[in-house]
């Protein structure tokens, strides 16, 4: 993008107002994963009722360090990406890059991971503990023992006996978000408590579908993956590869690893409405709502649950109606060229 065109685009941005406040929120379920090979892990309800999410196949032997860089702009303690084929968690920050350990399945492609920094279960990729039950970005996590429930330290992993505990909460999210694919475009928060309100605007729209290997395990139109600095979504159905990157403008202009970002077509460029603030690791977009969600035949507490938690992502292609996102497999820098507006639905787990 030239210097000029996005001089143009940050002045409309400042005069734009800022994201809706998040608002209380309700414990849904807790995940509890053994630090012990072979235990069960397991999905709590608040009513005491239990859901099994596989076992623990293999430790961690070490955190990873440095991360990628949007780890660093989570919580200490707290989920930094929830994916169809991991879980990443922030155990701390050093040096202004983050230090992480991850869950992931037996069956996943999940480079961000690291060697030798994961807990891994014999679940599938984008079912269970990373499908309809994924915390979001921003969980809380303690470590449970004989001694009591202490925070999840920097630097220090949960001794044999001991168990992690993930308490998900819903919050005061949008039911949907808005995406007007083009430069300038507002992307518009819609909730029952403050109507629509714009909370960023597009720097650089989307145009075409990449190779984002971790696609392979999510259906076309669905969240594949949410972090602290980026919204992947899937273009191909499951067992191919294929989708784009919605990433705040933090992430594209500081982060090397996003750099081609500016000269293909792959990703959504956004920023904050007043041009200045930062928009990764902030609610709604990079923290606390977006999860892949239930897969098909996977089932939750109750019908709204199970149906509710799963996000969709629907377009308009060259101002139309709202259909289904167009269905694109591989690199296709055109595949999405008529798209001109975007919508994401977020999880809930009660009737609206």
């Known amino acids: 993008m030239r210097l000029k065109t996005l001089i143009a685009v940050l002045a409309l941005i400042a005069l734009m107002p800022g994201a809706p406040a998040s608002g209380e929120s309700r414990l849904i379920y807790e995940i509890r994963i053994p630090f012990e090979a072979g235990r069960r892990v397991t999905s709590v309800l608040p009513d005491g009722s239990e859901f099994d999410l596989g076992r623990v196949e293999k430790l961690p032997e070490q955190t990873r360090w440095p991360s990628y860089t949007a780890s660093a702009w989570g919580k200490p303690g707290a989920v930094t990406a929830s994916a169809v084929n991991a879980v990443h968690i922030l155990i701390g920050v050093e040096d202004g890059r983050g230090r992480t350990m991850s869950?992931?399945?037996?069956?996943?492609?999940?480079?961000?991971?690291?060697?030798?920094?994961?807990?891994?279960?014999?679940?599938?990729?984008?079912?269970?503990?990373?499908?309809?039950?994924?915390?979001?970005?921003?969980?809380?996590?303690?470590?449970?023992?004989?001694?009591?429930?202490?925070?999840?330290?920097?630097?220090?992993?949960?001794?044999?006996?001991?168990?992690?505990?993930?308490?998900?909460?819903?919050?005061?999210?949008?039911?949907?978000?808005?995406?007007?694919?083009?430069?300038?475009?507002?992307?518009?928060?819609?909730s029952e408590a403050s109507g629509a309100e714009v909370i960023a605007r597009v720097i650089r729209p989307v145009g075409g579908t990449g190779r984002f290997e971790g696609t392979l395990f999510q259906n076309a139109g669905r969240v594949r993956a949410n972090h602290s600095g980026v919204i992947d979504v899937s273009t191909s159905p499951r067992g191919e590869i294929g989708g784009f990157q919605i990433i705040p403008w933090d992430h594209a202009l500081h982060s090397k690893e996003m750099q081609g970002a500016w000269s293909m077509t792959q990703w959504m460029i956004i920023a904050h409405p007043d041009g200045k603030s930062m928009l990764g690791g902030t609610a709604p977009l990079f923290a606390g709502g977006l999860v892949p969600g239930t897969a098909d035949r996977e089932t939750l507490w109750d019908l709204w649950s199970t149906y509710g938690r799963k996000p969709l992502v629907l377009a308009r292609l060259s101002g139309g109606e709202w259909g289904k996102l167009p269905v694109s497999s591989g690199r296709d820098d055109n595949?999405?060229?008529?798209?001109?507006?975007?919508?994401?639905?977020?999880?809930i787990t009660k009737e609206p």
Do not use: C
């Open 103 to 190: 869950v992931i399945p037996q069956e996943t492609i999940a480079p961000a991971a690291g060697a030798g920094a994961s807990i891994v279960l014999d679940a599938k990729a984008g079912t269970g503990f990373f499908g309809a039950w994924a915390p979001p970005v921003g969980t809380r996590i303690t470590v449970s023992g004989e001694t009591g429930t202490r925070p999840l330290e920097s630097g220090r992993l949960p001794e044999d006996g001991e168990t992690l505990v993930f308490s998900v909460y819903e919050g005061d999210m949008p039911y949907m978000v808005e995406f007007e694919n083009r430069p300038g475009g507002r992307v518009t928060a819609w």
């Open 335 to 347: 595949a999405l060229k008529e798209v001109t507006h975007l919508r994401i639905y977020f999880p």
